[in-house]
């Protein structure tokens, strides 16, 4: 009851302060993100301690402890425009989107689809995942997105799933079967999805000197299926 409690006030607080972003202009908006990435970064010791440990063994030999904290930094910043931009999805149209977006191997997509097989779309989580998630969407493809439920705060992730939406993308639980895959890419649908976090179904690859897991189930089905995969 309590965490239920916790998680409406959270809801009706994103929702409110999504409201004001979006009435602010851009500049504005991303000025409150940088401030929200600087709070976050100064009070969540936990993610800072997590995502500088990560970073160091990366880059343990070629950063110094200072250029260190600030690659840190500026990862808190970025996530906070990231969040910025999320709320200022419902505002996007094709028109803003290319004033603000810029797209590079459209013309992959647009070939692979004329295979009439549909096109897996596989992406990480990097840069501001989010609003490149509208790009498929924005640019007129079938576009669905395959998507993790968070199913411990039900309502914060209907509420997410409803900007990602706004483009026109169709949001799919990664719960779906494989018949109701399938059955979009013989639609002829672009299927998105992110597979930098395979957890432990995922098959272990070098990343910057480290192994850590990938999802491979879709590209699985996408080699035996003969369905064109684009990576974005």
Not at 96 to 104: A, D, G, H, L
Not at 138 to 147: E, I, K
Request: aromatic fraction near 10%; charge should be positive.
């Amino acid at each position: 009851m309590i965490t239920t409690l916790i998680e409406l006030i959270i809801y009706h607080f994103v929702r409110i302060f999504a409201v004001l972003v979006r009435l602010l202009p851009l500049r504005a908006a991303l000025f409150f993100g940088k401030i929200i990435g600087f709070l976050a970064y100064t009070f969540d010791v936990k993610h800072r301690f997590r995502a500088y440990s990560n970073i160091k063994m990366a880059f343990t030999s070629s950063k110094t402890p200072k250029e260190l904290r600030e690659i840190t930094s500026k990862l808190f910043v970025n996530f906070g425009k990231n969040f910025i931009e999320l709320l200022r999805m419902p505002l996007m149209n094709p028109q803003k989107f290319s004033r603000y977006v810029k797209i590079e191997g459209k013309e992959n997509i647009a070939s692979s689809l004329e295979k009439g097989k549909g096109v897996i779309l596989l992406a990480m989580h990097f840069g501001s995942w989010e609003v490149a998630s509208l790009s498929c969407a924005m640019l007129g493809f079938p576009y669905r997105m395959l998507v993790k439920p968070q199913e411990k705060y039900s309502k914060l992730d209907e509420l997410l799933n409803s900007y990602r939406a706004c483009g026109g993308s169709v949001i799919l639980s990664k719960g779906m079967g494989p018949r109701d895959f399938i059955k979009s890419l013989q639609n002829n649908e672009v299927i998105g999805m992110v597979v930098d976090q395979g957890g432990r179904d995922g098959v272990l690859v070098n990343f910057l000197g480290r192994q850590a897991t990938m999802s491979v189930g879709a590209i699985r089905m996408g080699l035996k299926l003969g369905v064109p995969i684009c990576f974005s």
